[in-house]
T-cell receptor, first 108, second 113 residues
Framework: KNEVEQSPQNLTAQEGEFITINCSYS?????LHWLQQHPGGGIVSLFM???GKKKHGRLIATINIQEKHSSLHITASHPRDSAVYIC??????????FGQGTRLTINP | DAGVIQSPRHEVTEMGQEVTLRCKPI?????LFWYRQTMMRGLELLIY????????DSGMPEDRFSAKMPNASFSTLKIQPSEPRDSAVYFC???????????FGSGTRLTVV
């Protein structure tokens, strides 16, 4: 079993829909990261969380440390949100362990 | 800051040749990481440095791979000799223990033919 599990692996939705991507982990962590990767592109750090909730524009990330679970939400989704979203866990500034990614496609 | 800078962006080389990938981390970041991304295995850590010292190289596939960080502003990942199975995207990232920030470079897409 992978240390970091994401669901779903693939998600297709219509523009405007509310999107949720889930991440569960089995190891002790001090921080959880949500990353975004566009096709053929680099990796962008969206959030780093150690507790609670963070919001940036239409993106919201939550984490429940006790349940070892995090969610990434996208409100009013747009085709430009189409990308692979990767959950990664780590110890502070040190190495990350990655989930397998969720491929999101938003159709106009 | 220009972010984490990697070069080259693309590299095509013949099997058996030496390949050198380069990375300039964000100034002030004291951790530097080399990751590899493939379709089959996703993102994997190869090696990471703290204050220019290698801390964990357990992800380096074999002796053909080596990494150095001669100073705080430069690191290299070398593959010698290269093999087709080394074809992947190699990402460098840097982070700071004292401030928020985990930044990836744009990656080097390596193709070994």
């Amino acid at each position: 079993k992978n240390e970091v599990e994401q669901s779903p692996q693939n998600l297709t939705a219509q523009e405007g829909e509310f999107i949720t991507i889930n991440c569960s982990y089995s190891v002790g962590i001090s921080a959880l990261h949500w990353l975004q990767q566009h096709p053929g592109g680099g990796i962008v750090s969206l959030f780093m969380l150690s507790s609670g909730k963070k919001k940036h524009g239409r993106l919201i990330a939550t984490i429940n440390i006790q349940e070892k679970h995090s969610s990434l939400h996208i409100t009013a989704s747009h085709p430009r949100d189409s990308a692979v979203y990767i959950c990664a866990v780590g110890q502070g500034a040190q190495k990350l362990v990655f989930g397998q990614g969720t491929r999101l496609t938003i159709n106009p | 800051d220009a972010g984490v800078i990697q070069s080259p962006r693309h590299e095509v080389t013949e099997m058996g040749q030496e390949v050198t990938l380069r990375c300039k981390p964000i100034s002030g970041h004291d951790y530097l990481f080399w990751y590899r991304q493939t379709m089959m295995r996703g993102l994997e850590l190869l090696i990471y440095f703290n204050n220019n010292v290698p801390i964990d190289d357990s992800g380096m596939p074999e002796d053909r791979f080596s990494a150095k960080m001669p100073n705080a502003s430069f690191s290299t990942l070398k593959i010698q000799p290269s093999e087709p199975r080394d074809s992947a995207v190699y990402f460098c990232a840097s982070s700071s223990a004292t401030a928020y920030g985990y930044t990836f470079g744009s990656g080097t897409r390596l193709t070994v033919v």
